[in-house]
């Protein structure tokens, strides 16, 4: 995840309205799958998924070197959780954003690693099904104020802030209590922040490392010695300023735990933590953000003229293209300008909120006027700039024609929601048995919350039904309101049907 604040309220200051207070985020925690949106006038800005069978950006193994190849450049480490991890030795990545810092950290000399060698890694990329995680050894402990960076000597601050006794102010507060071998980045959630806030988490971020070290010496590889703080919390720790009105939470326990994070961290937001009920209905659905997720993993989406994006997502390659449907406009130039227009607001919310990594290739309706060209183009470019994932973008083209690059951070959305179809030899995708539970619950909690004293009686699949059981709170939920459920060799894998 990246850093940097102040692109977030680009939407709200395009729309014209007051930019306080516009932004909330909403935090759904099940025992199979974490959800954390961020919203604004009930439209997705962000969207982050996690299933705790994933392996998280940010965790730090001692591993063991099973293989070097010379010609890559590059070994291959044991770290303990299935497939080996890919650890290339020029060019080694880090999960801080390097466009935040004013130079590039200097490069440590490599000596060659030898197989059977035990290292500390940190993962920066999320693995595949062909491909293990990728690695680095250039490890990085990220807080809200300063990330701290072991056995380097970059010593460096945000580039966002720009107030020469501000800046020297907080370097002289890092450099005080940050000595030897070990570099910081002061964030830009740092400025004019009270001296004990910044110096508390240094403190917590040294002690942190400490015990990796202490791990790293009494452990064997391959071991797992950092396990990246959940999902929610980087969230709230990269992306939330006073800016936001709320954060919700529909889990009792996460709820607790982020108290406790925002008043070491964000003492303003203390009383803007809340707990939503489930006995009002799922949180995602009161805000209509679940209709959003649907749409999210749809191949088409429709624009408010009456044109549609189709989106095909690849594995390194995504095609958009722009059609203009039924939209009618005063004349077919008016409607190709309008539609591109719209096409271009909606699109890098849906890079955001499916998270698509690679080559994303948009193919725009042709326009013949220069100047309407260059205003999509223009409009393309500042809505792409509030995401915090690294984009590179390219001119559009004569054919309308525009292509861009975006960084890996994470999985994509349908890698964690849905599966390839074994009915047409991979060429489709099925929603997948989280969805499927994440849709069975938020259907029998509205139904709950319409009719608290009704029975309900739900038939579902074989494999919906194991699921349900085999995940505990799912099934305390069945029991709490008095759901009946029954077994049908009917329906399809991931179906349920609720009998009322």
């Known amino acids: 995840m990246g850093v940097g604040e102040g692109n977030l309220w680009i939407r709200a200051i395009k729309r014209g309205k007051s930019v306080k207070e516009r932004f909330r985020l909403l935090i759904n925690r099940e025992c199979f799958l974490t959800r954390t949106a961020i919203i604004s006038d009930n439209h997705i800005e962000y969207l982050f998924v996690n299933r705790p069978d994933i392996l998280s950006v940010g965790n730090i193994y001692k591993g063991k070197v099973e293989r070097v190849i010379t010609g890559l450049n590059a070994a291959f480490v044991n770290i303990g959780e299935g497939r080996n991890g890919f650890l290339p030795f020029e060019k080694e990545e880090t999960i801080y954003q390097s466009y935040e810092v004013e130079e590039n950290p200097l490069q440590r000399v ?110 064997r590889s391959p071991s797992l010695l950092w396990n990246e703080q959940p999902l929610y919390i980087n969230v709230i720790r990269d992306y939330v300023t006073s800016e936001f009105k709320d954060i919700i939470v529909d889990d009792e326990k996460t709820y607790k735990e982020i108290k406790r994070f925002v008043n070491l961290f964000i003492p303003e937001m203390y009383g803007k933590v809340m707990l939503h009920k489930n006995e009002e209905g799922p949180l995602f659905m009161k805000y209509g953000v679940e209709k959003e997720i649907e749409g999210f993993l749809s191949d088409r989406v429709f624009l408010p003229s009456g044109g549609s994006l189709i989106i ?178 009917i329906l399809q894998p991931y179906e349920f049907k609720i009998i009322k």
């Open 110 to 219: 490599k000596k060659p690693y030898r197989v059977g060698e035990d290292i500390i890694v940190q993962i920066t990329r999320p693995g595949t099904a062909e491909k293990g995680v990728k690695l680095t050894t250039r490890i990085s402990l990220p807080g809200r104020f300063l990330i701290l960076i072991p056995d380097s000597n970059l010593r460096s601050i945000s580039k966002k802030i720009t107030d020469r006794n501000e800046r020297e102010r907080l370097l002289a507060i890092a450099n005080k209590r940050i000595t030897g071998n070990t570099g910081f980045i002061i964030r830009t959630a740092s400025e004019g922040k009270d001296e004990r806030y910044i110096v508390r988490e240094i403190k917590i971020l040294l002690s942190i490392w400490n015990k990796i070290n202490r791990y790293a010496r009494v452990k």
């Open 312 to 489: 095909e997502e690849g594995e390194t390659l995504t095609a958009i293209d722009v059609n203009t449907g039924s939209s009618e406009k005063r004349s077919f130039r008016d409607t190709v300008f309008i539609t591109n227009m719209e096409a271009a607001e909606e699109i890098p919310r849906q890079i955001r909120g499916r998270n698509l990594a690679g080559l994303i290739v948009v193919d725009f309706i042709d326009m013949k006027d220069p100047k309407e060209k260059s205003k999509v183009f223009r409009l393309l470019n500042k809505n792409l700039e509030m995401d915090k994932a690294k984009t590179s973008i390219l001119s559009i083209s004569r054919l309308g024609v525009v292509e861009m690059s975006r960084e890996k951070t994470d999985f994509k959305l349908s890698d964690i929601l849905m599966d390839i179809c074994d009915k047409c030899k991979g060429r489709g995708y099925i929603k997948n048995i989280y969805y499927a539970a994440l849709r069975f619950k938020n259907e029998v909690l509205t139904y709950v919350a319409k009719s608290p004293q009704g029975k309900i009686t739900v038939e579902m699949s074989e494999v919906l039904y194991n699921f349900i059981y085999e995940n505990r709170p799912l099934y305390e939920m069945l029991r709490k309101y008095n759901i009946n459920c029954r077994r049908s060799y």
